[in-house]
C-alpha cells in the first residue's frame, strides 16, 4: 500500500533554520524539474519526491557530520539498578535500550558501548531488569515474548562486540550491524510502520544515486551511418517525441520511421546528452577478404601484363605465336581465337604477361574484360588494311582502362605496305606518333619474318619500367578470372591472372559467386604448379561452379564463411535484378553534377553516316563547361550493337543514336544493364537535351513504348493505293494508326505512321505476332524485301 506524502506534509518535516520549509518552495522545485504541481495538498510520487530530495539535499549541505550527532552522543549519567520479578508484572517491564529493536544503529552502538551503565547483572531467579535511559532518545515501552528464564546478556554483548571488531576489520573501519531475530518485534504496530519508513528511505536513496550516476556518466550511443529516429530514440533512452521534438528543433522534418544520416543524429545525440560513438559495421565480405594497404618495403617489382588488340586477321595471334615459338593458329577455327588465351614469356631476363583478346565481333565483350586488367596496350594494325571498326573500338576500350597504347604496324613484308597512311589515321583517334611530336609509340613489325618485334618487345619493357609496376608477394592472392568454361571430364575450369599475393595449391578461393579449392594450378604450357604470385596466368579447378569472366578472386581462409559470402551475394544479384539501378541518365545528369559526382560526361555516337557521327561528336564536345566536360569516347557508323552497350555500361556513358536503331540483342543488353540510349534524326534535338540535361531543366514528356516488329516478305504496287508490303509480324503486334519507322540493315529509312493495315482483303485494327498482313505508308513508297517495321506508341509521361 503506497503511502500518500502531500506537499505541505513534505514542507512540514523539513526544517529550514528554525522555521518549516514553506510549501511554495516544495512547489516552485516541482515546477522547475518535473510536473508543475495543481495544489499543495497533490500527494507526490516517488519520482517526484525524489526530485525534491535531491535539490534540498544539494541546497542544504551541512558543515561537518560532528553536528548531527552534537545532541545524541553525551556522557551519560549513572541510573538507578532495582530488581522485580519477572513473572509478577511481565508488561511492565522495560527493555534496556540495546534490546530495543525500533532503536538505531548509532543508537545501539551508543549503549553497546555504556553497557556496565545501562544494564544490570542477569539474577537466577526469573525477574527481568528494568534501566532507565540516559540518552535524550526516549525509550519505548516493549513487550518481552520470550518466555520464563534468565538470559545471561553479558554473554551476547561479548559476541556481539566480537561480531563487531571483525566486522570493522574486515570492511576497513566501516561498521554494519546486524538486526537479530530474537529482538524482533512479532505484532508490534510501531516497528512495523518503522520498517516501511525505512524501506521507503533506502529507495528514495537509492533513486538519487541513479540520479547522480545518470548525471556524471552520460548514456553512450553506438550510431551507425544510416539510423531511424525512432531506434535512435530507442538507443538514447529517449522518447520518440523527444526526439522528434529535438529534430524540429534543428530544421530536420522527420517521423519515427524516417531515416537520418550520421551528422544529423549524431548534433541530435549529442544536443540530449549523450556520448556519441560511430558503429562500424563489419559485414564479412570485410571479415574474410583482406583489403589493407601495402607497405612500401613490402612491395617488389611485378611483370606487366600486356594485352594485344586489333581488327580480326590483323594477326595478332600470329604475333604471340613467334614471341612464344610455337604454333597455336592452325588450332584455331578459321584463324580466329576462340578464348582469351594468357601467356607469360622472357624478354631478355624479363617476364612479361600476354594476354591474347579474340578480334572477332563476337567476343568484344572478353576485350572489353581484357582492356581492364592489363598494364599496356599492344594495337596490332595491318599496314595493307588500315584503321578498321573494330581498331577504332580497341583504341576506345584501351583509353576508356586508361592504359598506353603501343601500335604494331604489322604486316610490312607486304609490298602494299603503307606505314605513313596509318600514322596518318592514327592521329584522327588521338594517337599521335612520337616521330611526329606525339608520345605513341609506333613500331613497324611483320609477324611472319619476325621484323621489329625484338624492338616492340623492348619498349613494351621500357613502358612497364616507366609506370614502376610492384606487387606484395607474401599475402593472400586476388586477381581476376580470365575466363571459365565447363569441362566434361574435369569440371569448372578457370584462367586466373594473380595481381598481387601468390596462389597455392589448397588455397580456398572465392570468385563472384564461386567458391572453391584449387586442386590442381597449371601454366599456359600445361605444366603443374604449386603457387604463382603476382601477374602469373593459371589455369585452375576445383570450384564448386563456373564462375564469371572479369570477376576478381580471392584467396580466403575459412572456407565456410566463403559460402556464407557468396550466398549472400546471390541474394543481393536477385535483388539488383528486380530492382535495378541506373549508372547514368540524361533525368539525373544534373542531380549527380549538383552532388559532385559528375566531372566528365561520357557519351557514345552512333550515326548512319560518318559526316553524321563526326558532327555530333564535334557538337557535343562543345557542349563542355568548367563544372562538367563532355567527351565522346566512341564514335562509329552502324547499329548499335551489343558491343557499344558493353562499353557503356563499362565507363558509365550514354548511347547517342543519330538515324539508327539497336539490335535485338544490343536492346535486351541495355535494359539489363541500364544503360540509357538515345535516338535522334536531327542533331539539334540531340545537341538541345544533352544540354537542357546539364542545365537540370530536362522534363521528359512522353516515353516510347513498343509494340512489336514486321517483316517485308514481299512488296507489290496496288493501282490507286501505291506500295504495299506484304509482311509477317515477327513478335507483338502492328496496329493501325500507330507510329513506325522502317529499318534497312539497322539503319532509320522512315519515320512515319502505319496508314493502313489489311489481313487478306479486310481492315483491321491490328495483327497479332505470328500472322500475315499488308501495310501502306502515308507519304512513302521506298519499300523493299528484308526491311523491318517497328511499330511504337508515344505515352505521356505525368510530370
Not at 604489322?410 to 616521330?435: F, G, H
Not at 614502376?468 to 569441362?487: C, M, Q, S, T, Y
Not at 579449392?517 to 602469373?536: C, F, N, Y
Not at 546539364?694 to 517485308?712: C, H, I, Q, S
Request: charged share 25%; aromatic share 4%; proline share 4%.
Amino acid at each position: 500500500m503506497m503511502i500518500k506524502y502531500p506537499i505541505h506534509k513534505v514542507a512540514k518535516d523539513f526544517k529550514k533554520g528554525s522555521k518549516e520549509l514553506p510549501s511554495k518552495e516544495v512547489m516552485d522545485i516541482l515546477t522547475q524539474y518535473g510536473h508543475p504541481p495543481k495544489n499543495h495538498m497533490q500527494p507526490l510520487t516517488d519520482q517526484e519526491l525524489s526530485i525534491v530530495f535531491e535539490y534540498l539535499t544539494q541546497h542544504n549541505q551541512i558543515d561537518s557530520i560532528e553536528s548531527v550527532y552534537a545532541d545524541v552522543y553525551h556522557d551519560a549519567k549513572p541510573a538507578a539498578k532495582q530488581a522485580a520479578p519477572a513473572a509478577a508484572k511481565p508488561q511492565q517491564a522495560k527493555a534496556a535500550p540495546a534490546q530495543q529493536h525500533s532503536q538505531s544503529a548509532q543508537s545501539n552502538h551508543a549503549q553497546a558501548h555504556n553497557k556496565g551503565q545501562q544494564q544490570a547483572p542477569a539474577a537466577k531467579q526469573p525477574q527481568q531488569t528494568v534501566t532507565q535511559p540516559t540518552s535524550r532518545i526516549p525509550a519505548k515501552k516493549v513487550v518481552d515474548t520470550r518466555g520464563g528464564g534468565s538470559v545471561n546478556l553479558d554473554k551476547y554483548d561479548e559476541r556481539l562486540e566480537s561480531f563487531t571488531s571483525e566486522k570493522t576489520q574486515d570492511r576497513g573501519g566501516k561498521q554494519k550491524f546486524q538486526g537479530r531475530n530474537a529482538q524482533r518485534q512479532r505484532g508490534g504496530k510501531q516497528a512495523g510502520s518503522f520498517g516501511n519508513k525505512r524501506r521507503q528511505e533506502e529507495q528514495d536513496r537509492l533513486r538519487r544515486l541513479q540520479l547522480e550516476i545518470a548525471k556524471k556518466a552520460p548514456v553512450k550511443v553506438m550510431i551507425p551511418d544510416e539510423i531511424s529516429v525512432g531506434e535512435l530514440a530507442s538507443r538514447m533512452k529517449k522518447t520518440g517525441a523527444e526526439v522528434v521534438k529535438c529534430l524540429i528543433k534543428n530544421g530536420v522534418m522527420a517521423s519515427l520511421s524516417d531515416v537520418i544520416d550520421y551528422d544529423t543524429a549524431a548534433i541530435i545525440a549529442e544536443e540530449m546528452g549523450c556520448k556519441v560513438e560511430k558503429e562500424v559495421v563489419v559485414t564479412i565480405e570485410e571479415k574474410l577478404i583482406d583489403t589493407t594497404e601495402d607497405k612500401e618495403e613490402d612491395l617488389v617489382p611485378r611483370a606487366p601484363v600486356v594485352v594485344v588488340m586489333g581488327h580480326v586477321d590483323h594477326g595478332k595471334t600470329s604475333l604471340l605465336d613467334y614471341i612464344r615459338h610455337a604454333n597455336v593458329v592452325s588450332g584455331e577455327a578459321g584463324g580466329i581465337t576462340q578464348h582469351i588465351g594468357a601467356y607469360q614469356v622472357n624478354v631478355k631476363g624479363s617476364p612479361v604477361t600476354f594476354l591474347d583478346t579474340p578480334g572477332h565481333e563476337a567476343f568484344t565483350a572478353m576485350r572489353a574484360r581484357g582492356a581492364m586488367i592489363t598494364d599496356v596496350a599492344i594495337l596490332v594494325v595491318a599496314a595493307d588494311d588500315g584503321i578498321m571498326p573494330q581498331t577504332v573500338e580497341s583504341i576506345n576500350h584501351a583509353k576508356a582502362a586508361e592504359i598506353p597504347i603501343i601500335v604494331a604496324i604489322n604486316k610490312m613484308d607486304k609490298p602494299t605496305a603503307n606505314p605513313d597512311r596509318i600514322m596518318q589515321q592514327l592521329t584522327e583517334y588521338e594517337l599521335v606518333p612520337e616521330e611526329w611530336g606525339g608520345d605513341t609509340i609506333i613500331c613497324p613489325i611483320s609477324a611472319k619474318t619476325g621484323q621489329g618485334i625484338d624492338n616492340l618487345l623492348d619498349m613494351v619493357v621500357l613502358t612497364a619500367e616507366m609506370r614502376e609496376l610492384k606487387a606484395n608477394p607474401n599475402r593472400a592472392a586476388h586477381g581476376a578470372v580470365i575466363e571459365a568454361r565447363l569441362d566434361k571430364g574435369r569440371g569448372p575450369v578457370a584462367t586466373l591472372l594473380v595481381q598481387n599475393g601468390t596462389l597455392h595449391q589448397g588455397d580456398v578461393i572465392i570468385a563472384g559467386t564461386a567458391v572453391g579449392r584449387v586442386r590442381a594450378m597449371t601454366d599456359a604450357r600445361g605444366k603443374k604448379l604449386a603457387e604463382a604470385g603476382p601477374s602469373v596466368p593459371v589455369e585452375i579447378i576445383g570450384m564448386g561452379e563456373v564462375p564469371g569472366a572479369g570477376d576478381e578472386f580471392h584467396a580466403v581462409a575459412d572456407e565456410r564463411m566463403a559460402r556464407e559470402l557468396v550466398e549472400q551475394r546471390k541474394h543481393e544479384q536477385k535483388a539488383a535484378a528486380a530492382n535495378p539501378v541506373g549508372k547514368v541518365s540524361l533525368e539525373d545528369l544534373f542531380s549527380q553534377i549538383q552532388a559532385g559526382e559528375m566531372k566528365n560526361l561520357n557519351i557514345i555516337v552512333k550515326a548512319d553516316v560518318q559526316g553524321s557521327a563526326e558532327a555530333v561528336k564535334a557538337s557535343l564536345e562543345k557542349l563542355s563547361n568548367e563544372e562538367v566536360r563532355v567527351r565522346v569516347i566512341h564514335c562509329a557508323v552502324g547499329a548499335i550493337s551489343e558491343s557499344d552497350v558493353m562499353l557503356a555500361s563499362t565507363s558509365g556513358a550514354i548511347i547517342v543514336g543519330f538515324n539508327v536503331r539497336p539490335d535485338a540483342n544490343a536492346k535486351e543488353s541495355a535494359a539489363r544493364m541500364n544503360v540509357d540510349m538515345r535516338m535522334y534524326r536531327v542533331i539539334y534535338d540531340a545537341i538541345n537535351e544533352v544540354e537542357t540535361a546539364m542545365k537540370g531543366m530536362l522534363t521528359p514528356k512522353f516515353k516510347e513504348v513498343d509494340l512489336g516488329r514486321a517483316e517485308v516478305r514481299s512488296v507489290f504496287k496496288i493501282t490507286g493505293v501505291g506500295m504495299v508490303a506484304g509482311c509477317y509480324v515477327l513478335d507483338g503486334k502492328m496496329q493501325r494508326g500507330a507510329q513506325m519507322r522502317l529499318l534497312r540493315d539497322n539503319i532509320v529509312i522512315y519515320d512515319g505512321a502505319i496508314a493502313s493495315l489489311q489481313r487478306f482483303k479486310d481492315s483491321v485494327k491490328e495483327v497479332a505476332a505470328g500472322y500475315e498482313c499488308g501495310i501502306t505508308f502515308e507519304k512513302f513508297q521506298d519499300i523493299k524485301e528484308g526491311d523491318i517495321i517497328e511499330a511504337f506508341l508515344m505515352e505521356q509521361i505525368q510530370v
